[in-house]
């Protein structure tokens, strides 16, 4: 594959990527530049994750409306190879169907799925940002007798892997802010123009101004921190060199609280605008839904996302400064609680009562043109 050809789409990927657009539309873009950089059969499968549990929050794959209700029982309750949470938190964050299984595909029952669906060959990559959070996962697949996915297909896919995890997160954002969740903390969206003039904003985005400092809404003065990002966001968009900068900003709010503040440049034929994103830095949703649905204390709340993550007993010691017994006392107990026996059912139980939704919710908003959403489904 040409050198340049792959050089001019990571680029394009990136820029991409810097842009405030809905996922659907992010990743329709995305899948014609990978396409000409890695062939490959059909259509990419893309997934968001939520970075807290590595749990499946979306899909988008062209001509495939409805995810197989099979494939999410295998990914969560079944014990096989290259499913999405391993590859998540393993040393490459790439592997292929053919290597995860010794060169025998045969004996994974992905494989045969994957089969009925006119591929042989599969590849997933880790969608992870610089700062560690994973945000979604891409599938490509190639035809029985096709060439096997190589050294150079990698490298190339790695490169764009944090790019298209920053327009993940940041088009999710983007969905929720213009069709808000009805939540005392859904995000809200402001475009700026050149003058840093308000040209429209989301409803709600008021009490978000309000809370951060030296704001005035009334005044109608912007807090220097809104600025602050709109102008790095600008400055990034100019700079080709980095066409993808990320631009965040966390700000401690009037009650002590703290905000995130995100910025993009919008790309159109008039004057440059700036979309600011506004959110709150709260823990992870996860921890919410445990304790709401399951009564898991804070302790126990860790516990279940490390094991989320794949951690074993000795891993969820180290990590908490516990014993191993102490873990397994933790693990027991949240076994009581979930109704559930084995870690994996665990995983099963969590994914298919409180992320399914939303991964089903999401199909009908691709359906519907409506923007889809991150994170688990209301408690």
């Not at 809905?22 to 890695?38: P, T």
């Not at 009490?207 to 809404?217: K, Q, S, V």
């Not at 080709?240 to 401690?252: E, I, K, N, Q």
Request: charged share 25%; net charge negative.
């Amino acid at each position: 594959m040409n050198t340049d050809l792959r050089h001019r789409s990571v680029d394009k990927i990136a820029r991409l990527a810097a842009e405030p657009r809905d996922l659907a539309a992010f990743w329709r873009e995305c899948s014609g530049v990978v396409g000409a950089a890695v062939p490959h059969y059909w259509t990419p499968c893309w997934y968001t994750l939520d970075p807290a549990s590595l749990l499946a929050t979306s899909h988008f794959h062209e001509g495939l409306d409805e995810f197989p209700a099979e494939w999410l029982a295998n990914e969560y309750y079944g014990d096989d190879v290259n499913q999405m949470a391993d590859v998540a938190v393993s040393a490459t964050g790439i592997s292929t169907l053919h290597e995860a299984t010794g060169g025998d595909p045969s004996t994974s029952r992905r494989w045969a799925f994957n089969r009925s669906m006119g591929s042989d060959q599969e590849i997933i990559v880790r969608l992870r940002e610089p700062a560690g959070q994973v945000w979604g996962m891409l599938g490509l697949y190639r035809e029985p007798g096709d060439r096997m996915f190589d050294t150079d297909d990698k490298r190339f896919l790695a490169a764009i892997s944090g790019h298209l995890a920053r327009g993940a997160r940041r088009a999710l954002l983007v969905g929720e802010a213009t069709d808000p969740e009805p939540q005392p903390d859904a995000p809200g969206l402001i475009i700026l123009s050149e003058q840093w003039e308000v040209q429209s904003a989301t409803p709600g985005v008021e009490r978000w101004l309000e809370e951060l400092p030296d704001g005035d809404t009334a005044a109608g003065r912007l807090p220097s921190a809104v600025i602050a990002v709109a102008a790095r966001a600008r400055k990034n968009a100019e700079n080709a060199g980095d066409p993808g900068g990320m631009t965040f900003s966390r700000v401690l709010s009037r009650s002590g609280t703290w905000v995130a503040l995100h910025g993009a440049c919008l790309v159109d034929e008039g004057s440059p605008r700036i979309a600011v994103i506004v959110e709150p830095a709260h823990p992870a949703r996860i921890h919410l839904l445990l304790m709401a649905a399951y009564q898991l204390t804070e302790r126990e709340r860790e516990v279940t996302q490390l094991v989320l993550h794949g951690a074993s007993t000795s891993q969820i010691a180290a990590q908490l400064v516990v014993s191993p017994h102490t873990v397994q006392q933790h693990l027991k107990n949240i076994f009581d609680k979930t109704g559930v026996r084995t870690r994996r059912d665990l995983v099963g139980t969590i994914f298919f009562a409180h992320y399914e939704p939303r991964f089903r919710d999401n199909e009908n908003r691709v359906r519907t043109g409506t923007p889809m959403r991150g994170g688990p489904a209301a408690p």
